[in-house]
């Protein structure tokens, strides 16, 4: 099984804490959709004819998107791909793009999994992150989606955010939860260079949350939503049984996924395949038939870097004997060195042949990655 | 021969060398207007990034004047005090000098010395003001300093503006005119002089040479009189923008030789070179060995790089007769160098030149002066770095090298500069007025207080008006404390800094804030401590990280591909490669 990835480098404005901001005129996005449909046609072999299972829009806004759009580039991969039936079909939307008639024809063309990128569900928190929606008009809008159809229905939350107490953090969990949704996203903020936040915090604006705080949310945020059914599968995901995202997960199961459009990258077992960023280039470079893409082989270390850092995101984590087993031996004695200092410092969990990371660990990840990472 | 001129271009820093040789180039048509871009001599990307000139430069043009065909050699030199070492080099292989002057600058610390290298080597100084296009230019009043200066006539200074391209015929006539023929013997046997050197991945070593007396010929076996080492001349030529081969180079003549020289060491800067048939007699007096002014250990990143550094610090020390190293290790960054530099700037340039030419992505350790030891036993040595310093209880005395500086500066910045100079250890020698406005301020001072940001800061209180220059006059007793950094009570050998004991504890200070600054948190507190042999005089603490995640597995992959911050691993401290510079961003 596989998947498809769509990239949609568009934004209608930028919000306050986002690094991952698509600048681009969104009037270059007919020939975006053109391009995107033309290199699913160039590759249209890559996935060599494994069944699709899902398709992702992501972004970005991909809700920037027209119903048009989206049919077009459905239809292109189902014409040139073996599509499953049951076909996770996922859209990262924003809430103000979510109109009754837009659901309605999200629905017909075939998306059946919506990311609604909430944040919050605290009126001030809402318009602090620059958003452009409210609560209110959120609980209508998720409660027309859910009439409309969809049974598969992702929030993004974020907590760590400054003036966010626990205490009203913990009312908008509930709040949340009250909506009735399969699955929910919770990040912490962090204030990453170029962000609006950014600029707060150097010109002493803006005060980061401290790690205590942070962990007090995220500790909240796990204990609040085992208690609602949520099991949490992944490092910054819940979702209630059966309703892990698919896509996702094939990411860090090391299946093989096809991703268009600019900056999107590609594996297939041996290789990753990264498109350039600009957007601009991209366009440009599939139009007059140049590259468009670099390609990264993986050697056997790249392989042991990308299997910690995509399984140890997960709740199955890592196994050691299929480290042992599929890598050269100064690897296996660099990575057994590592996890003992690790696990001293409590922040991974081993049970049996497998590893994963403790609560504490989980907030460390990046770190934790890091550190395992081989460099020769 | 005798339509052969041999000149160099000498000026304090900016005052527009490369720019009136860009002219010069264009006039003779050594270059087509389609190559032609400013600055074009100054051909090392880290020179036309920063504007600055950081190598000699040398170049054969060709001019017709009066119906007779001349060969003019141009040397461009650098002009920042670090780089002068070059300027005495380019010197020994010309006849005559263009002094350039920037019209609106006056005479600056450079001007004087530079100047005064040409003379020491009987050049015909050929004064130019330039800049003249500028509205500000003061042609009569410099005019004025710069007879004072050499003793010449008003008429024979030449008015010039490498933007606009005035004066450039005129300054091209008395190139002519005034500077020698040199003076050589194409028969007499070979004698020439290596004056600097190059190495090339394809070709080997490139040596640039100016022939003295005799012919040299493509197919002659060489000798080099200071390695004793013999070699089949490969290809002899002139330098034109490249390399332009010729049958053979005759006294007078400037070039290059090509032997199949394969390694740096075989050569060295300011050797002889001599045929082995019919050698000459006597060797040309070569250079004065230069002498580091600071120190300063150079480590591979990955101390698995050892290797790779000492070759390239060979071929960059080829291309750099000034830089000098030994061999040194540390405890937190394993095998590296002790390298002697001619100044900071030096030293950076080294640092951005072992990047970019040789892939080689070094820490530079805190820097510092050499110190003369006296020993209770009646021992003197020469101490190069914190590491070798003896214990407290052998040391009997301690000296520390001084300068005399030579300050050229605007009245009005009199005083901001002696504070700044009091501050800094020195004493005032002396103090001339040179015209009402402007004085020449001249200092002792402790090197060791001047290599940090000195430069920095009398540009700044000066506002660019004040000029230095410097040379060492000898040591002095000196009040010295070492002082180490402990990081998680592990002595840190690469942060450890010598310094004067009544700066000790204010030094002690900043270094731990400005660490704690530079160095990111980590998974465990780290304690940051300044000591004096075994007290503690000051202390931060880098509180733990509790949090580091991307939120998104997409966004991690991303920031994957961006690579893993280079860092070195110092115990469980992960240090970054900026920290160990952090005494010189202290403010
Ligand atoms: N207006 C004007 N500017 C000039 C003239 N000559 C040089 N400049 C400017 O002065 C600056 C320094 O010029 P360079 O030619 O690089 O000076 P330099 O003496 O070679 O400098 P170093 O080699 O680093 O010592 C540049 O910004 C030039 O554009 C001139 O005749 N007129
Ligand atoms: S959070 Fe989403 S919508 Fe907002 S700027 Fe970032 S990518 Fe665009
Ligand atoms: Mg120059």
Not at chain 2, 68 to 77: A, E, F, G, M, S
Not at chain 2, 430 to 442: N, S, V
Request: glycine share 6%; proline share 3%.
């Amino acid at each position: 099984m596989s998947g498809i990835y769509f990239h949609i480098p568009y934004c209608r404005t930028k919000c306050h804490y986002c690094d991952f901001y698509a600048s681009n005129n969104i009037k270059t996005i007919n020939q975006l959709v053109n391009a995107e449909i033309e290199e699913l046609y160039l590759r249209r072999s890559y996935l060599e004819d494994e069944e699709v299972q899902t398709i992702y829009f992501g972004g970005g806004t991909p809700s920037v998107l027209s119903i048009s759009h989206i049919n077009d580039l459905l239809s292109t991969v189902r014409k040139n791909f073996n599509v499953s039936v049951d076909c996770e079909i996922s859209l990262e939307a924003n809430p103000e793009d979510l109109t009754e008639l837009y659901l309605k024809q999200l629905y017909e063309v075939g998306i059946n999994r919506l990311s609604i990128g909430i944040q919050s569900f605290d009126e001030d928190i809402l318009v602090y992150l620059g958003r452009r929606h409210g609560t209110e008009m959120l609980s209508n809008m998720i409660e027309t989606a859910q009439n409309i159809g969809f049974k598969n229905i992702s929030l993004d939350l974020i907590y760590g955010i400054p003036g966010l107490t626990l205490e009203r953090y913990t009312e908008s969990i509930k709040a949340v939860l009250k909506l009735g949704v399969q699955h929910i996203s919770a990040y912490a903020l962090t204030i990453e260079k170029k962000t609006y936040f950014y600029k707060l915090l150097i010109t002493n604006r803006l005060k980061e949350v401290a790690d205590e705080e942070v962990l007090d949310h995220f500790n909240a945020t796990i204990d609040l939503l085992a208690l609602n059914g949520f099991s949490h599968y992944e490092v910054s995901s819940f979702s209630k049984p059966g309703f892990q995202s698919r896509h996702n997960s094939s990411y860090w199961q090391g299946k093989n996924y096809l991703g268009v459009g600019p900056a999107a990258h590609s594996f297939n077992g041996k290789s990753r395949q990264w498109n350039i960023s600009s957007t601009k280039n991209y366009i440009l470079n599939i139009a007059n038939g140049s590259s468009y893409f670099e390609v990264e082989i993986l050697n056997e270390i790249d392989k042991y870097n990308e299997y910690v850092l995509l399984g140890l995101r997960t709740a199955n984590g890592i196994s050691k004997n299929f480290i042992v087993d599929s890598f050269d031996k100064k690897i296996v004695a660099y990575f057994s060195k590592e996890i003992s200092k690790l696990d001293k410092d409590e922040f991974i969990l081993q049970d049996g042949d497998q590893i994963c990371l403790s609560r504490k660990g989980i907030l460390m990840s990046d770190f934790i990655i890091r550190k395992l990472f081989y460099v020769p | 021969m005798k339509n052969i001129r041999n000149f160099c271009i000498i000026a304090h820093i900016d005052h527009g060398k490369s720019t009136l040789a860009d002219r010069l180039l264009e006039v003779t048509q050594t270059i087509s207007g389609r190559d032609m871009q400013a600055q074009v001599l100054d051909d090392m990307e880290l020179e036309k990034e920063r504007g600055i000139t950081i190598k000699s430069h040398a170049i054969q043009m060709d001019h017709i004047q009066d119906g007779i065909k001349y060969r003019l050699n141009l040397i461009d030199t650098p002009g920042h005090v670090d780089f002068s070492y070059e300027v005495s080099r380019s010197i020994a292989a010309c006849e005559g000098a263009l002094l350039i002057i920037d019209a609106t600058q006056g005479i600056q610390a450079q001007t004087i010395s530079n100047l005064y290298l040409a003379i020491e080597h009987d050049l015909e100084i050929i004064p130019i003001l330039n800049k003249m296009d500028l509205p500000n230019a003061n042609p009569e009043l410099v005019e004025d300093q710069i007879i004072e200066l050499i003793g010449c006539k008003r008429d024979t200074i030449i008015r010039a503006s490498g933007k606009t391209g005035e004066g450039i015929d005129e300054i091209i006539s008395r190139i002519i005119s005034d500077v020698p023929s040199p003076a050589g013997d194409p028969e007499a046997p070979l004698q020439g002089l290596i004056f600097d050197s190059v190495y090339n991945q394809f070709r080997g070593v490139i040596a640039y040479v100016k022939i003295v007396n005799g012919t040299v010929r493509k197919g002659d076996v060489v000798k080099f009189v200071a390695t004793e080492k013999q070699y089949n001349v490969d290809e002899v030529g002139v330098l034109k923008m490249g390399l332009d081969s010729r049958e053979s180079l005759s006294a007078g003549d400037v070039g290059y030789i090509i032997s199949n020289i394969k390694t740096a060491r075989e050569i060295r800067v300011g050797d002889t070179v001599t045929n082995v048939k019919q050698p000459c007699s006597n060797v040309i007096s070569g250079f004065e060995e230069v002498k580091p002014m600071v120190f300063a250990g150079v480590y591979p990143i990955d101390s698995d790089d050892y290797e790779d550094l000492r070759a390239a610090m060979e071929k960059l020390q080829l291309n750099d007769a000034s830089l000098t190293y030994t061999l040194e290790s540390s405890a937190a960054l394993g095998f590296g160098f002790r390298c002697g530099f001619l100044g900071l700037l030096h030293m950076e340039i080294i640092q951005e030149r072992l990047d970019r030419e040789f892939d080689m992505n070094v820490i530079t350790t805190v820097p510092n002066v050499s110190y003369l030891i006296h020993t209770r036993a009646g021992e003197t040595v020469e101490v190069y770095n914190p590491a070798g310093m003896p214990d407290g209880s052998m040391i009997d005395l301690i000296e520390e090298p001084y300068i005399r500086a030579q300050i050229i500066t605007r009245s009005e910045y009199i005083g901001a500069i002696m504070t700044l100079c009091l501050d800094k250890r020195g004493m005032l020698t002396k103090q001339d007025y040179l015209t009402a406005e402007r004085a020449e301020l001249t200092f002792d001072l402790p090197l060791g207080e001047i290599v940090f940001d000195f430069y920095d800061k009398l540009k700044s209180i000066s506002k660019g008006y004040a000029s230095f220059d410097y040379h060492i006059t000898g040591y002095r007793p000196a009040k010295l404390a070492k002082l180490d950094i402990l990081l998680n009570s592990e002595p840190v050998d690469a942060l450890s800094t010598l310094i004067h004991a009544d700066n000790a504890y204010n030094f002690g200070r900043r270094m731990c804030e400005k660490l704690k600054e530079l160095i990111p948190r980590q998974q465990y507190d780290v304690a940051i401590q300044a000591a004096i042999g075994a007290k503690i005089i000051a202390r931060e603490t880098i509180k733990a990280v509790r949090k580091d995640v991307t939120a998104k597995c997409r966004k991690l992959l991303d920031k994957q591909k961006k690579g893993k911050k280079k860092m070195k691993q110092i115990g469980n401290v992960e240090v970054p490669q900026k920290a160990f510079l952090a005494v010189l961003k202290l403010d």
